[in-house]
Nanobody
Framework: QLQASGGGLVQTGGSLRLSCTASGFTLRWYATGWFRQAPGKEREFVTAINWSGGKSYYADSVKGRFTLSRDTAKNTVYLQMSSLKPEDTAVYYC??????????????????WGRGTQVTVSS
């Protein structure tokens, strides 16, 4: 399973780092993605990375502001969010799919999901 954490309340322009820790499997063999769902909206893709080849995708809305990293010893991936905007307010979910399945922005391809962590950016 996956456990996402690190959300909170931050002012516009601030930063947060979200964590996604896996248990029961090793993340290094999985592509990891982040999705978010704002109130009244459908869940949307944020970013994903294939740790094996280094290929990554970022939604246009977060390019240059959000960055993925990992700590293999902790079986954890991180989403560093900077220059946050009120429109980044959402529940953020981490997800994983086997690397062999290929990197994708389509959430229905991801087989493991965390519960989500709330990020609120005040204006």
């Amino acid at each position: 399973q996956l456990q996402a954490s690190g959300g909170g309340l931050v002012q516009t322009g601030g930063s947060l780092r979200l964590s996604c820790t896996a248990s029961g499997f090793t993340l290094r063999w999985y592509a990891t993605g982040w999705f978010r769902q704002a109130p009244g909206k459908e869940r949307e893709f944020v970013t994903a990375i294939n740790w094996s080849g280094g290929k990554s995708y970022y939604a246009d809305s977060v390019k240059g502001r959000f960055t993925l990293s990992r700590d293999t010893a902790k079986n954890t991936v991180y989403l560093q969010m900077s220059s946050l905007k009120p429109e980044d307010t959402a529940v953020y979910y981490c997800a994983a799919l086997p690397i062999i399945a290929g990197l994708t922005v389509k959430e229905d391809r991801y087989i493991f999901w965390g519960r989500g962590t709330q990020v609120t950016v005040s204006s």
